[in-house]
């Protein structure tokens, strides 16, 4: 069975551009999360989809917005990009929302440089 | 957020050694993971716990929930080279659907 899939692997956007980010989940699940992991630290929690709708929301700026479509892929869209955006952003798809949520599988990520 | 304190930082140790890292909170997690990230990939979840004293085993992987639920403990036997990596924890606060995670244990086997 296929992992959590994630592309683009790379981008290189400039400062104020905008990018969007894609995730398809592990078959089965039907909770998407997304992280960002900056250089040299942990994953840092962005945003939680479950169902379509949003479950839960980090300490990010509303330059950052994501979805979930019916098929339970998902995009990360970042607006206004700046310098400080330059992070490996990670999805993460679980089965359930409830419960032992915390057992969450990964994707390679996408690795975001901003010049 | 919540901050995760994880040590050591940085290990490195010959291969056969045993290891030992650990991970602290201020506040009162219901789950602790540990997870393991090879460069250019994502992390890979080793061991999930559950409750307050839980021991839990995957092969030379050893983790323990601790008893006041502030701190999590992971051990590696018998090490290998393989095992270099970072190692993170994580704890997801009771009721909350997301995860907190540590500064990461970057780990050294030597052959």
């Known amino acids: 069975d296929a992992g959590v899939t994630q592309s683009p692997t790379h981008l290189i956007k400039t400062r104020g551009q905008q990018v969007t980010l894609r995730c398809s989940p592990i078959?089965?699940?039907?909770?998407v999360s997304w992280y960002q992991q900056v250089l040299g630290q942990g994953p840092q929690f962005i945003f939680q989809y479950y169902e379509k709708e949003e479950r839960g929301r980090g300490n990010f700026p509303d330059r950052f917005s994501a979805r979930q479509f019916p098929n339970y892929s998902s995009e990360l869209n970042v607006n206004a990009l700046l310098l400080g955006d330059s992070a490996l952003y990670l999805c993460?798809?679980?089965?359930?929302?409830?419960?032992?949520?915390?057992?969450?599988?990964f994707g390679e990520g996408s690795r975001l440089t901003v010049l | 957020g919540q901050q995760l304190n994880q040590s050591p930082q940085s290990m490195f140790i010959q291969e056969g050694e045993d290891v030992s890292m650990n991970c602290t909170s201020s506040?009162?997690?219901?789950?602790w993971l540990w997870y393991k990230q090879d460069p250019g990939e994502g992390p890979v979840l080793l061991i999930a716990?559950?409750?307050?004293?839980e021991l839990t085993s995957n092969g030379r992987l050893t983790a323990q929930f601790g008893i006041t639920r502030k701190d999590s403990f992971l051990n590696i036997s018998a090490s290998i080279p393989s095992d270099v990596g970072i190692y993170f924890c994580?704890?997801?606060?009771?009721?909350?659907?997301?995860?907190?995670f540590g500064t990461g244990t970057r780990l050294t086997v030597i052959p």
């Open positions: 994580a704890g997801q606060l009771p009721g909350a659907n997301n995860l907190f």
């Open positions: 993460a798809s679980s089965q359930f929302l409830g419960g032992n949520t915390g057992e969450l599988f």
């Open positions: 716990l559950y409750k307050a004293g």
């Open positions: 506040s009162i997690f219901n789950t």
């Open positions: 078959s089965g699940h039907k909770s």
